[in-house]
Each structure stands twice: as C-alpha cells, then as structure tokens.
C-alpha cells in the first residue's frame, strides 16, 4: 500500500478558498487514481473527486455537489495530488481524506490506500 498524507486544512469563511494537498510516499503512486473523498461525524464517507495518474490521461471526476467549485489536480514529479476549493459553503464542512486506487473510481471499497484526513471548517 501507498503511504498518503493530507495538508492544508483549516478554518475559513464561507465563500473563501483552501487548497489541500495529498503527498504520497511512494513513486509508483503515478500508477495510481488518486481521490478525494470527506466524512461528517456519524455519516459514511463520501466521494468528492478523483484523478487518473496517468501521465498521458488527465481524466477527473465530481460529485455533483462540488462541480464548478472544485478542481482536483496533480503534480507527478512532486509524487502529490491537490483538491482546490473554491466559493465554500458550511456544508463543506468535514474531514477531508485523500486515497488511492487503481481506477478512477467514486466508490471508497475500491480504494485501498488512505491518508489519515484534515480537517475543513467553513463558516457561515
């Protein structure tokens, strides 16, 4: 498994901006989709976004909540993946966590890597 690792969460108001980054510990992690996914207390995690790796392939997929607001990106020479986030709302508020597949998938049983999460608080 690849060893993840999550940075940039934080408080911020409501219509603000944070960028959070996702580092990986292992090269081979560009072989991999990487996703975004968040989780409220006593709700299961769901899905937020995703990115194939491929260096070739730049394909991305939203849930549609998130859509125009969001932007998930990489940078494969920094082995690290990044989930902007745009226009916050309090409803965005949660642990963010990012994980590793080997599809670009939305279903979380279909990652088996994660990082340990941050938090995101936006306020009204």
């Known amino acids: 498994q690849v060893q993840l690792v999550e940075s940039g969460g934080g408080l911020v108001q409501a219509g603000g901006s944070l960028r959070l980054a996702c580092v990986a510990s292992?090269?081979?992690?560009?072989?991999?989709?990487m996703g975004w996914f968040r989780q409220t207390p006593g709700k299961e995690r769901q899905f937020v976004a995703a990115?194939?790796?491929?260096?070739?392939?730049?394909?991305?997929l939203y849930t549609d909540s998130v859509k125009g607001r969001f932007t998930i990106s990489r940078d494969n020479a920094k082995n690290t993946g990044y989930l902007e986030m745009n226009s916050l709302k309090p409803e965005d508020t949660a642990v963010y966590y990012c994980?590793?597949?080997?599809?670009?998938?939305?279903?979380?049983?279909?990652?088996?890597?994660w990082g340990p999460g941050t938090q995101v608080t936006v306020s009204s």
């Open positions: 994980a590793a597949s080997t599809g670009l998938y939305s279903q979380k049983e279909l990652y088996d890597s």
């Open positions: 292992e090269r081979t992690f560009t072989t991999y989709a």
């Open positions: 990115i194939r790796w491929s260096a070739s392939v730049g394909t991305t």
